[in-house]
């Protein structure tokens, strides 16, 4: 199983999700694989307009996107950002052959990539090393469970707190 694959399963499901926040996440995947590119990501868009009604509602939007969109996306609104990191280059060359459906030049091409992403590593709020699926999953669950139990993510907070505070007479 692939990190990329158990995110896509956790942000589909209602499950973690809604069992600490309330509200289902919602992955939408941008970038080469899931469609335009982030060049096409107009204020006006259909998927800016879902991401600003999740945003609305309090659901949490998760973008698989390098870090060229990532950028862009913080010029647009505020963020928190994760960085997946593989546990060293050796491990990521070998499961990307792992695979099996590239060819050698592909391969090398994926890494170069790469190390050109990683490269960026400093720009993200959070780093998660993926040395297994099983913990990588757990540090981003962690992460998000914090963020949304930050004051301002709590949308029904201020009422909760006023219907506390009444006096009881």
Do not use: A
């Given at each position: 199983a692939s990190l990329r694959g158990a995110l896509d399963s956790l942000f589909r499901s209602t499950g973690f999700a809604t069992r600490l926040y309330g509200a289902p996440a919602e992955f939408m995947d941008k970038g080469p694989a899931g469609g335009a590119g982030i060049g096409d990501f107009p204020s006006g868009s259909s998927l800016?307009?879902?991401i600003q009604a999740c945003l609305a509602q309090g659901i949490d939007?998760?973008?698989d996107i390098d870090w060229q969109g990532a950028r862009q996306i913080r010029e647009l609104m505020p963020t928190k950002s994760i960085f997946i990191l593989p546990p060293s280059r050796e491990e990521l060359e070998r499961r990307l052959r792992a695979r099996a459906?590239?060819?050698?030049?592909?391969?090398?091409k994926r890494m170069a990539k790469a190390v050109e992403e990683i490269s960026h590593w400093e720009e993200y709020d959070y780093v998660v090393v993926n040395e297994n699926l099983d913990s990588a999953m757990a540090h981003i669950q962690r992460i998000l469970h914090a963020e949304r139990f930050k004051r301002w993510r709590q949308l029904d907070i201020g009422e909760f707190v006023r219907n506390l505070c009444k006096s009881s007479a």
């Open positions: 800016w307009l879902r939007v998760f973008l459906q590239d060819s050698e030049e592909v391969v090398q």
